[in-house]
């Protein structure tokens, strides 16, 4: 079993406690299987209710994995962890 990621860095962002995904953050990795990041992008397309809340965090953090309903890589290749946009 995959140890729990933990997403919350900043206080502010308590909307984290709504989200549809509460506890189930490794699927959201960006190492996660295809299969589970499909099923993690279909659990916030048709039941999170604070999505544009994480959409919002996803972009300003530049989290790379599977946020909003949307699989976010910012700068990162698939395979080359230490690669990053100039």
Do not use: F
Request: with cysteine.
């Amino acid at each position: 079993m995959r140890p729990t990621l933990t997403v919350i860095v900043d206080p502010a962002d308590r909307w984290m406690a709504r989200a549809a995904c509460i506890g189930q953050a490794p699927a959201y990795d960006e190492n996660a299987a295809r299969w589970e990041q499909r099923r993690a992008q279909q659990l916030c397309l048709t039941a999170c209710p604070v999505i544009a809340d994480c959409r919002e965090w996803a972009r300003r953090t530049k989290y790379t994995g599977t946020a909003a309903g949307e699989r976010l890589l910012y700068g990162r290749r698939r395979g080359h962890p230490e690669s990053a946009a100039s």
